[in-house]
């Protein structure tokens, strides 16, 4: 999607005289004002989006209003900042006979997230990482949450392991070889080839993911893979929570739960 490096594009000193030779240089502009947003999770305002991109106010302006429209950005009230919206991520989401996995597990998602009042995510392979697709936050008044479109290592967390054990062997050697070595981000992640082979083992066994604070100290998390008609894995829907509120006891019983969810999802994207 991407015209060119999105660190750069809008920042080059000879964006706008290069947009200017394309066939639709307002298209280029568009996603010079739209990368340039995406590299601020915190949003931009009118006037910092016409300082990054080098556009006129009133281009700006119309893009800034005509995406708005569109529902691919949101203006913040409080310090009216323009955001992404999940928009993007929706129609680029990965589908199964024509079907939108985001859209087909809303309705799961939403049950499991009701029944378990925590924060419950869908999670997809992308690139050699995890990316949250979707996510409904918990009901609780703490609640651990992430970001859609955020990134995560596979093998740190439940969504990723849930995905790597149901991958068919090659991709996952493969998949292997170019993420080694692996990080230890505290001290339970499955850091070495063979713990990790242990654990996705135990994950095939169960039919469900566990992370006992292998990403981050503090978060443990469960999840099940979401696998098409052939068995393979196009995502996976978790449960995250603080330590305290999920027990290594209570494993098995959001285990089944993400199960169920993920079943549903299924259903629907074959249906």
């Known amino acids: 999607m991407n015209l060119a490096d999105p660190a750069t594009l809008s920042s080059s000193p000879s964006f ?13 502009k568009t996603m010079a004002v739209l990368e340039a947003i995406a590299r601020h999770s915190s949003g931009l305002t ?22 708005t429209s569109l529902g691919y950005l949101s203006r913040q009230e ?34 499991l997230r009701n029944r378990t009042r925590e924060t419950v995510q869908l999670v997809i392979p ?3 990482k995890g ?12 609640q651990v949450t992430g970001q859609v479109g955020m990134r995560v290592p596979l093998y740190s967390c439940a969504p990723g392991k849930a995905i ?16 080694s ?11 070495t080839p063979a713990a990790l082979e242990r654990d996705l083992k135990q994950v095939r066994q169960r039919g469900y993911a566990e992370d006992n604070e292998e990403g981050i100290e503090g978060i443990r998390c469960v999840a099940a893979p979401i696998l098409n008609a052939y068995q393979l894995p196009v995502g996976a829907v978790t ?31 074959l249906s």
Request: net charge neutral; glycine share 2%; charged share 20%.
């Open 46 to 67: 009118q006037s910092e989006v016409v300082e990054q991109t080098g556009c006129s106010a009133n281009l700006v302006f119309r893009v800034l209003s005509t995406l």
């Open 126 to 128: 992308s690139g050699h």
């Open 181 to 191: 070595p692996l990080k230890q981000f505290t001290a339970n992640t499955k850091a």
């Open 78 to 111: 409080d310090d009216r900042r323009y955001v992404l919206t999940s928009r993007l991520l929706e129609i680029s989401s990965p589908r199964v006979a024509d079907k939108s996995l985001a859209r087909c597990a809303y309705q799961p998602m939403k049950q």
């Open 239 to 269: 449960v995250m929570s603080p330590l305290k509120r999920l027990t290594q006891r209570q494993f098995a019983e959001v285990g089944q739960l993400c199960i169920e969810a993920a079943a549903q999802i299924r259903n629907e994207l």
């Open 164 to 179: 790597l054990a149901f991958m068919p062997r090659q991709q996952y050697e493969s998949w292997l070889t170019q993420v």
């Open 16 to 28: 706008l005289q290069e947009s200017a030779e394309l066939p639709a240089p307002t298209v280029a």
């Open 131 to 142: 990316m949250v697709l979707e996510q409904l936050s918990g009901l609780e008044a703490i």
